[in-house]
Structures are given as C-alpha cells and as structure tokens.
C-alpha cells in the first residue's frame, strides 16, 4: 500500500510533547502509493480506466488457495523484518499482530482498548507519572519459556532502546520499566500521557521472549518472531509469511488452521489471484478502479466486501508564515473553497468519506468544525475572503500545492482542484501544481519552502492526541516568529498559538475522559479557526473473501483479525 510508514526520521524533541514529533511517524499514508489509476485530463470530470489485470508475474505464486484449510491472504508489500523493536510498515505490523500479544489491544471494530496480557487497566498515580499494570499468568512463549512480569518489562525495554524506527513511541514517554512482582509491572513516565494504555496496544510493544532476543542497540532478529500470540512463526521470506496454530495459546484458539500471508508483484497481479480464487483474502492495495471492479462483482461471483472507514485523514497542510498564507483569510478563503463530495467522486470513486477535522469521524472525540463555517464548494465565501484579503480577478492569488509525484491519486486531486478555480471562482484564485519527488517533499517540508502540500496522517494509536500533538505542537516560537521548533515547524505548518500549547498540555495530562473530550473539542475549533490545515477525507479500507471465508472484521487501528477468520467446507 504505501509509503506508509516506509520513510522515517528522527523526530526533534519537543518541551511540550512526551511523544514528539517526527516527520512521517508511519503516518505519512498516501505518499509513495503506486496505485495504478490513469492521469486526469484537465478537465472537471477526473475518469479512471479499467481495473487492470494480467498473468500474475514476478513473485511466487500463492501458497495456497481456496481449497486449503489455511487462509490464504493477498497484498503487495514485502514485510522488511518481523522483529517488533524495528518494525513499522503496515504489512510488518498485519503479521506482528497475529504472532504477538500485547499488554491491551482494541475491542472488535472499535478505537476502545481491553486488557490482553494485562488483567486490568492500569492504575495511574495522583501526578500521572506512574502506572501500575497487573499482568496475565499462564501464558507461555512459542518457545516454551513462561511469560511474567519481568519478560514483558524486557520486551518494553528493548523496544525502547534498541534504536528500532519505531523505538521513539516509548522511549519518547518513558522513563523506566521494572517487574515489582512476579506478575506485576510498574512503568514511569518522564511527564504525564493520558493515553499511555493506547500506546501500549501499538503492534511493536508485543512480548517477546527474553531468551531469544537482546537488549542493546542495533539488536535486531529481522528474520524471526517469538512471542506469544495466538499464532506461531514457520517460514519467511520477502513473497511468503507461514503462521501455524500455536497450540499452547493462553486465549482462544484461532478459528482456522493457519494463515500464509502472500506478497504479489503488483495490484494486477493481486486482483486477478483473488478474481480467480486464489486467494481466499485480498486486503490493502487494491486501487480504486480494481475495488470497484470487485464490488461490482461481488454477488454474481459470491465475494464478500468488508469495509470500515480508515483511521488515515488526508489533509492540506498550510504555511502558515508564507505570504500570502501569513493572512487568516486567504487560508479561510481555501477552506471554503475545497469541494470535498467532489473530489471523493471523481478521484476516488466514492470510496472515502468526508473528513472536517482531522481526529477520524469514528472517534468520539471528532467535531467537525470545518462543516458549519465553510461547508464544500462555498465559492462565495471564498470570493468574498480573498477580496478582503486585497485579491481580484486583476490581481490573482496564485496557490502552489505541492504533491508528490509518484502519487496518482494526489495529482487527480490538484487537477481538479485547478479546474475547478478556474471554472467558479472567476479568476481571483488560480491553482498551481507543483509534482515534487517525495524524497525531496519531505527533505524540504521542515525548512519552510513550500506554500502548502498534501499528505495523510495514519495514528500509531488509537487516541486523538496522536493526530494532534505531533502535527500542531509547538515548544519554541511566538505569534510574531510563528513556530520555530517543534511538531508544527517540522510538518510545515509553522503554527504557533500559545491557547493550542495550552490545551494539547491539558489533553496529555487529563485522566477523565469526558474532561478530555471537551479539551479536544476547543482543539478542533481553534484549528478551524486559525486554519494551519484543511482536512479532505478519510479513504474506506476494503477486504474481499471468497464465499467459504466467515468472520471478516476491519478493526479500525489494528486492521483484519485474522484469528477470527473461519473457513467452512
């Protein structure tokens, strides 16, 4: 699917925020995805081929197929390493998920966390600092070695200090790990994190065993996975990832017989393997027009269609110290303009929802403070902001968005975004593309160059702190300077307001989740306010089964629950 989580950097560190900020925390969604769909003209109407299909060539054909008892499952990136301390792509984390456990993990097809490897929730000290964990007894490694509270302080340990790309999450937050008991684990934190448990869920902080793995930088087992999870490692390879049951499961048993995750060559390649039943699940990288195509398809052929809004939110990021982005109205004029049902029609084909802030719409913690002052397409708004702003049809305001130009999807959208300013907004805004390679988008974005960009956020959590803090926190800066260090200066915002430090430090630190809920309200209408962004939509995740597949559940963070994918005769 992505460039996903593929390009990392080391985040700056942020006096305001526990867990700072790094340019393309796994977050970074849409960049880097070869989707396969043809290049609009310059025309309003943005129109997509046929799905594409071909032999399937140049990776291993699947390793088994609808008639195995197995699961057999389909997508087109090649997981890099299974080690969880070093583990950060989507296809890494889909199969560390169904090898591991972690302390908690999410209810269903909910953003709400249960105890998995813990017993309870965590109890928190008065100053938040502290959060004392009683952990699950009678579970056992894949390689027979009991599981306590000292394995699971190791595995939290190394993930922190092993220096893995996603190893900043934790050691980011905390300051110590300790066993205080056979089956009781005390963490402390360098400053309060309210959603610390939501953390603790993240696929990479599974229990590992101690007598496999070390602590120490660089340490890493890209090739193995021992854990505790309901499945077992048997082989892997770049094309092929076999699992089997693991029979000594301290939880319920998978509802199948083992799961082979296979990686094809390309989305022609997976759409043909699922079309002629090769595959028994065909999840992620599917383009627009191929899933379509499969929807179409699907009660003639008896393919089931699964789909759950994603957690990603695409967003236009906004420069909030270039001229003339510098006047609140010009960055209004924008928001009003953004016709969000039509760029979902035309160039994604109605497989997104819209999005007016950018905490997901799935969250209870979601207000959509864009919807009410701006809506979709309110040209006379946006006419009448820019010519408050001193713009005319004589004198144009000549809008630079930056996209990345492997990305197909991202240059549909500017196209149309061109024509359509071109055709409503009588000459006052002109749109201007600006295809960058991504490598050299993201190089530059900390530095201030470009106007605007497009990009997509991905939580590593399910907490709506994660789609605020590492984007709009600012530690060093003023109204004058604009952000000078922090979050928002290294994602190209350059915000600064002293009321959002403010908030984002009393969202961190409140343990009630109403309290909460009311301090991300003020958050997603300051931002509306002030419009350092402008949020687009939220792309719906699909999978496809063939018929025999039952129990096909999208969880909104973690993805499919393979465990609970049953295969009947």
């Not at 000292?150 to 595995?155: E, H, L, R, V, W």
């Not at 055709?423 to 295809?435: A, E, F, N, S, T």
């Not at 909460?516 to 999978?543: E, M, N």
Request: hydrophobic residues 35%; proline residues 7%; charged residues 20%.
């Amino acid at each position: 699917m992505n460039w996903f989580r593929l390009f990392r950097r080391k985040r700056p560190n942020s006096g305001l925020s526990s867990v700072s900020p790094k340019l393309g925390l796994r977050q970074w969604q849409s960049i880097g995805q070869f989707l396969g769909l043809s290049i609009a003209c310059c025309a309003l109407i943005v129109s997509c081929g046929a799905p594409k299909t071909s032999t399937p060539v140049g990776s291993s054909s699947p390793a088994t197929g609808a008639s195995s008892d197995r699961i057999t499952v389909g997508s087109i990136e090649k997981p890099r390493t299974l080690d969880p301390a070093d583990g950060y792509e989507v296809a890494i984390s889909d199969i560390i998920t169904n090898l591991g456990d972690r302390l908690y993990t999410y209810v269903g097809d909910t953003d709400k966390i249960e105890p998995q490897l813990a017993t309870a929730m965590p109890k928190v000290s008065a100053d938040g600092l502290t959060y004392t964990i009683p952990i699950r007894q009678g579970v056992t490694f894949h390689d027979g070695e009991p599981f306590n509270a000292k394995a699971m302080a190791f595995s939290l340990e190394r993930f922190s200090k092993n220096g893995g790309k996603p190893s900043a999450l934790l050691s980011d937050v905390m300051e110590s790990v300790e066993a205080t008991g056979d089956y009781e684990l005390t963490i402390k934190l360098k400053s309060p994190f309210a959603p610390f448990p939501s953390l603790l869920a993240f696929s990479g902080m599974s229990a590992v065993s101690p007598k496999a793995y070390e602590i120490g930088e660089g340490k890493f087992k890209p090739n193995e996975f021992v854990g505790t999870g309901p499945y077992k490692l048997v082989s892997f390879n770049p094309n092929l990832v076999k699992l089997d049951v693991f029979d000594k499961y301290w939880g319920e048993k998978p509802a199948n017989q083992g799961i082979d995750f296979q990686s094809l060559s390309s989305s022609a390649n997976l759409y043909n393997s699922f079309a002629t039943g090769a595959l028994d699940i065909a999840y992620r990288d599917l383009d627009s027009s191929q899933v379509v195509s499969l929807k179409n398809d699907a009660q003639s052929k008896g393919f089931q269609v699964v789909n759950k809004p994603s957690t990603r939110v695409d967003y236009l990021v906004l420069n909030v110290k270039q001229k003339p982005l510098d006047q609140v109205e010009v960055r209004q004029a924008i928001a009003a303009m953004i016709d969000r049902p039509l760029i979902i029609e035309r160039v994604y084909k109605n497989l997104a929802e819209p999005s007016y802030s950018i905490v997901p719409n799935s969250f209870e913690t979601n207000v959509p403070a864009f919807k009410e002052p701006y809506g979709d397409g309110n040209v006379e708004k946006a006419k009448e902001l820019l010519t408050k702003a001193g713009f005319s049809k004589e004198k144009p305001f000549v809008f630079e968005i930056w996209y990345s130009s492997s990305n197909s999807e991202r240059e549909q959208m500017v196209t149309l975004l061109k024509e359509y300013a071109a055709q409503r907004l009588d000459g006052i805004m002109q749109v201007k593309p600006q295809p960058v390679e991504s490598t050299t988008l993201f190089a530059n974005v900390a530095k201030g160059i470009y106007p605007s960009y497009l990009v997509a956020w991905f939580p590593d959590f399910g907490d709506a702190d994660n789609y605020i803090s590492p984007l709009f926190a600012c530690n060093k800066g003023s109204a004058a300077t604009g952000c000078e260090e922090g979050a928002s200066q290294s994602q190209g915002f350059f915000y600064y307001n002293e009321k959002m430090n403010q908030l984002i430090q009393a969202e961190r630190k409140e343990q009630n989740p109403e309290a909460r809920k009311k301090i991300f309200a003020d958050i997603q209408t300051l931002l509306a306010q002030d419009v350092p962004y402008v949020p687009f939509l939220q792309k719906v995740d699909y999978a496809f089964a063939q018929k025999p597949i039952k129990n096909v559940e999208l969880n909104p963070v973690l993805g499919l629950s393979f465990w609970e994918v049953d295969k009947q005769a």
